[in-house]
Structure formats: C-alpha cells, structure tokens
C-alpha cells in the first residue's frame, strides 16, 4: 500500500493516576491515506485527542504509549529517537488545538512565535523567515497581514487566533494536519470560515487530515472517511457516506439520531442514555454494551473485532449482521 | 485560575492603569499616586514615635545627678516642648531643604544622611547577594522541581523549601555561626569588615569583605529562597499545563526552548510581582539577620534608633525605607509591563 500516509495498529495510551490506571485509548486501529481527510468521532473522553497527541508523542504526564505500531511513511514513529521526532513535529505532521485563545503563547508577539518555528525547520534568514510568515497571514486571508503579525495574542478575535494556528500548523508544509476540533470555540460563522478555509488549503497543499470532532455536522462537510471512536476503541470506520447512510453499529447510529435535524421532525431529541463509562474499570466485552438498546448477554464477554463486513467498512460489534439498524437520516 | 486573573486579582487598579495608557503617564500617575502614601506613612511614623515615650528622660534617667531644669533645657534644644504639628511642619520644611536632621545618640550627633549613608552601602551589598543567589538558585530547582512532580527530587525540594520557610532566620543565623564561627572557625562572627589591617585574608581587602559576607548572605539567601522555590514551581506547574507548551511541543520545539522560553517566561510574571514587592522591604534593610551578624546595616541602624528612640533617626530610616519600597514597586510595574504584554501599552 503506498498511498498510505499513516497507519495506526492497536494503539494503547494509559494515564497511570492516584485513582488507577486510565485507558483512555485502548487498541485503536486507524490509517490515513494521501490527500485524504479522516474524521474522528466521539463523544468527549472517547479518546480522540489522545489518540493525535499519542502520534506526535506529546501526550501529557501522567500518559504513555504502552502499546501499539503507529507508522508514518512507513516509518514507526514510537521507535524513533526524541530528536529525530522533533524534526517531525510541525514539519510533517502538524496540530491545529481546540482553543485559539490558549494556544498561542500570550507572551510572545505572533511574529516572533511564527518565525521560530518557521527558523527550527527550515535553514531560513530572519528576513526570510518573516516574509514566509506574512505569506501564510495571506494564505490565511488574515487582513493587513504586515502589521497583524506584530500583534499579541490578546489584540485578536479568536477567529483571528484560529487562523494564525491553522497558519501555524502550515507553516513548514506538513504532510499530515492533526485538527483537534479546531472549530469547536469558534462562533458557528466564523466555524464555517474556518472550515472552508481549511478545506481549501488541505486542496491547494494536497496534505492529508484527520479531524477531531464530536460535531457530527462539522464533520459531515469535510471528512472523506470517518472513524467512530467509543471509550477508548474504534466502534466503526468507513467511508463518510457510509457512516450517515449506512452505519451498522448502534454506537453510530446513536450519535446520529442525537443531532438535531431539521429535516426530520420530531417531538424530542433521543439522547443516548448513561454516560461514557470510567476508563479505569471500562465494562467488560463491548464497552458500548451497558448502554445499548441491542445488547445481548454475549455483548458483556467478548470484546467485538473491527470486521470488515463489506469493503472499506469496518464495525466492531458482534450483532452487526443480524440487527436491522437505520440511520435517521434515511427515515422517509 | 490564569496567571493573568491571579494578577488583577493582586493589582485591579495597576493593570487597568496600565492597560489604558501609556507607559509614560502610567509611570506619572503611579508617582502621584505614591505622594499622598509617602506623607501618610510619615505622618503615621511620626506620631507613633512621639507616643513611644521621651527621649529626653531616656538619656537622663540613669544620672542621678541631672537636674529637672537640664532636662528642660534638652527638651527645648532638642525642639520637643514644641506642639506635635509644630514639629511635623518643621520636620517637613528641613526634609524638603534635604536636611534629616542630627542623631541624638549615635556619633555625637552626627547628621542622620551622613549615618544613612554610611550604613546603606552595607544593606545592598548584603541584600543584593542574597537576592542575587536566591534567584539563581531559587528559579533552576523551582522549574526542575515542577518538571519533574512528585518525583523525589520534586519531593526533597518542597520538603526542604517548607522547612526553610519555617525556620526563623534569627535561629538560622545563630546556629550559622555557631557552626561555622565557634566550632569550625572559618567565618567570621559578625561585621562587615576586621578591624585590622593585619587580619585581612593574604592581606586583600576585597577577600575579608566577601569572607565577612558569605556568612549572612548564605543565611538570607536560603530565606528568601524558599518561597521563591515553592512560587517558580507552583507557576510553573500550571504554566506546562497549557495549551501553548504543548503547541510549542507539537511544533517540534526542543524541550529546553519550551521549558526555558516558552514556559518560564510566562512562568515569571508572579514570580516578578514577589520578588518586587519582597525587594523593596529587602532594601530596607533585614533588621533581625542585620542585628544577629552584628552586620553595620541600615535595620541594625533602625534597631538601635528605636531602642534609643532617637527621633530624627527613626523618621529618616523611615523616609529611606518608603522610599526605597515605593521605588522597588516602580520598577516591579515597569518589569512587569515589559514581560506581559498584555499589561503593555499601545
């Protein structure tokens, strides 16, 4: 396969705490192909941002990588030096953070947080360093971009600070952009921007995507394929069109029929009852199961394998086959 | 809480202040905004020392052989039989004309600038050193510490920085000098300087100074230390926990320029704010360490005025003080202003 930008096979990530240990991410499976956007869904806790943070290796204390393969062109990246990683980070792979207002370093001015990035990966000259910087405020359509850059952080809207941390993550032209929910904080006009700017950009600089989202409708826009995360684990991956029309696993379908849509009328919307389980004792077998309205005796032993059940399409559920599930948006 | 907040919550006026103005107009209004603090911290010291007792009856209680009329005529020389407002007004009058007055006790009436000047040299050599180590010490284990929490060496270090806290420097210093002085013999017990020549270490001036100051220094520089330890690490602490290091990590920086740069930039500001504020009393002298080393300071000075109740003394230590405090907080706001920009001005 060689259009296979990132693979990710079983990965385990535990925060070892007083309480016990958290298995935030527990044997999640996923791969990116070149030039293509993966969504990564769930509900928040599900593991999605651990699961990027861990393929940068940035997981915050008490977290560790206990387990797993994560390969980059190839390459693993959990067997790489530190050093050797940093010369990854930012320059191939590359990460868009949830909050524009506390990802920028409130201390330094834009330029300077830009051109030192830009400087550590790339055998650039000041001068030169800052002109590549005005370039990606333009690439950003950031307005007046020669005097914005000398801005601080707290001298612009978060629309403005988004743009720059997307301008950020571009800024040495990375293969892989890593968007944790990039549009989450943002008022829902200026999400939109931020979306179709990131899609244009994803276009023109033909890198691949994962974007992290619990915003079935964000994702909807963007994603070619999505992979549905639940308590830690991969319930379900296929291709976009797939995951709203055709899911199969209960978990996704769930998530669907939480959305509020316009287009299908309804008294009340259906919330999925319980709440995602403790990650330090997850339930046994599926970890859906205590919250599923199909669960079967079997569903609390076994913990279902991610089955391809037709190609591309990959659900972890032992009953896939035999329940009739729908997604509400084919209701007539 | 952010930093930020932390901060407004200490100084709302200072950075609202800051924030609409200029630098320069900031700086003025924080100066006019000291002149009213300056008179009422003198007015206030004043009148304290004037109800402490009478001085004249303190130098001539123990002469059985003086006479109620010489003692009148001391209080008059001395302007004391003069209405309390009387004597502020003429206080004010000389300080404005820069005259401090003359001691009562010390030197034969030397005048107080001549006493203050002499013992100040002393304090900012002591206090500068100390604060000086304090700092160099104080903000590599405070980061290391937090890099590393609730390791051991995290733990030894709060540990050590709590009981540091703890310990009264007056009982430090003694058991300082009774180690290193009595028993060991290799500092000296107090004062700043051997009396002779003769004594100096291979005759060099220069090294009986330093060998008469690492003694005290050593003493404060581990009581101021402790707090700054335990401030570093706990700024620091939440600083890592942000979402920019990780930025700055996920953009492929080195740990040391996100650690070092990134963090404790950001990580300093509170630090700053003590460090200042602390500064400003530090320059005033450490009455308690100054007195325990027998160290020629401006608090040992304030120390034996107050026991003397030397009145022009006491009232021109005072204005040194406040000054010094007010000029230390200026300069906080200012360092302040240039590591946040956020408190800078447009």
């Not at chain 2, 130098?59 to 004597?87: F, K, S, V």
């Not at chain 2, 013999?185 to 100074?209: C, I, K, M, N, V």
């Not at chain 2, 107050?306 to 007010?326: E, N, S």
């Amino acid at each position: 396969m060689t259009n296979e930008l990132l693979k990710i096979e079983n990965l385990k990530t535990y925060f070892d705490t007083w309480a016990g240990v958290v298995k935030a991410v527990d044997g999640v499976s996923l791969n990116v192909k070149q030039g293509e956007t993966l969504g990564l869904v769930g509900e928040s806790g599900s593991g999605k941002s651990v699961t990027a943070l861990s393929i940068l290796r940035i997981v915050p204390r008490p977290g560790k990588i206990v387990d797993g393969r994560i390969l980059y062109k190839g390459e693993s990246l959990l067997e790489k030096k530190e050093n050797e990683m940093q010369k990854i980070r930012g320059k191939e792979i590359a990460y868009i953070f949830q909050d524009p207002a506390t990802s920028l370093n409130p201390v330094f001015s834009i330029a300077d947080q830009l051109v030192e990035i830009i400087r550590h990966h790339q055998n650039l000259s000041k001068q030169e360093a800052l002109e590549r910087a005005i370039d990606l405020f333009k690439l950003v359509e950031i307005p007046d971009p020669e005097v914005k850059i000398w801005n601080y952080p707290h001298q612009l809207s978060g629309g403005m600070k988004q743009r720059i941390a997307v301008a950020r993550a571009l800024s040495c032209q990375p293969s892989l952009l890593l968007a944790d929910e990039p549009t989450t904080n943002l008022d829902v006009t200026i999400q939109a921007q931020i979306l179709e700017l990131m899609k244009n950009l994803k276009k023109k600089l033909g890198m691949s995507m994962i974007l992290i989202t619990h915003d079935m409708g964000v994702v909807a826009g963007v994603a070619d394929r999505i992979s549905v995360l639940y308590a830690g684990r991969v319930c379900e991956s296929a291709s976009a069109r797939t995951i709203f029309y055709n899911p199969k696993h209960p978990y996704t379908v769930a998530l669907l029929t939480a959305v509020p849509n316009l287009a299908i009328k309804r008294e009340k919307l259906k919330v999925i009852p319980g709440t995602i389980p403790n990650l330090i004792e997850p339930p046994s077998g599926c970890r859906f199961h205590p919250r599923c309205e199909y669960a079967q005796p079997a569903c609390s032993q076994e913990v279902p394998p991610l089955v391809e059940i037709e190609p591309e399409h990959y659900v972890a559920c032992l009953r896939a086959k035999e329940i009739d599930v729908k997604s509400p948006l084919r209701a007539e | 809480m952010s930093i930020k907040r932390k901060v407004l919550h200490f100084f709302p006026t200072r950075v609202a202040h800051a924030v609409q103005s200029p630098l320069a107009k900031y700086v003025l209004r924080r100066l006019l905004y000291l002149i009213p603090l300056f008179f009422g911290i003198l007015i206030l010291v004043f009148v304290a020392t004037r109800l402490a007792g009478d001085p004249v009856k303190l130098m001539t209680g123990l002469n059985p052989r003086i006479t109620a009329e010489a003692r009148e005529r001391l209080t008059q020389y001395y302007g004391l039989d003069q209405p309390l407002y009387y004597q502020f007004a003429k206080f004010l009058w000389e300080l404005f004309q820069g005259n401090l007055g003359n001691s009562y006790a010390l030197r034969g009436g030397t005048p107080v600038t001549t006493l203050i000047g002499d013992y100040a040299w002393e304090t900012f050599k002591l206090q500068l050193a100390a604060l000086f180590f304090s700092l160099v010490i104080a903000i590599p284990i405070g980061v290391m510490s937090a890099r590393r929490q609730y390791s051991k060496l995290d733990v030894s270090v709060t540990t050590t920085s709590l009981v540091g806290t703890c310990i009264p420097i007056f009982y430090m210093g003694i058991v300082t000098i009774l180690i290193f002085s009595y028993f060991l013999g290799w500092f000296p017990y107090g004062q700043a300087h051997s009396l002779e020549p003769s004594r100096y270490p291979f005759g060099s001036y220069t090294l009986d100074e330093l060998w008469h100051l690492a003694l005290p220094t050593a003493v404060l520089t581990f009581a101021t230390l402790a707090p700054v330890v335990l401030l570093v690490r706990s700024s620091m602490l939440e600083i890592l926990r942000q979402d920019y290091i990780l930025a700055a990590r996920a953009s492929g920086l080195s740990e040391r320029t996100v650690v070092y740069k990134h963090a404790l930039r950001n990580a300093l500001i509170p630090v700053v704010t003590y460090v200042g504020l602390y500064f400003g009393g530090m320059l005033a002298g450490a009455p308690i360490t100054e007195t325990v080393f027998n160290w020629p300071g401006v608090g040992r000075l304030y120390v034996e005025a107050t026991a003397k109740l030397d009145f022009p003394l006491i009232m021109g230590i005072t204005v040194f003080i406040t000054l010094m405090v007010l000029v230390a907080n200026l300069i906080t706001d200012i360092t302040y202003a240039y590591i946040d920009p956020r408190i800078r001005i447009e």
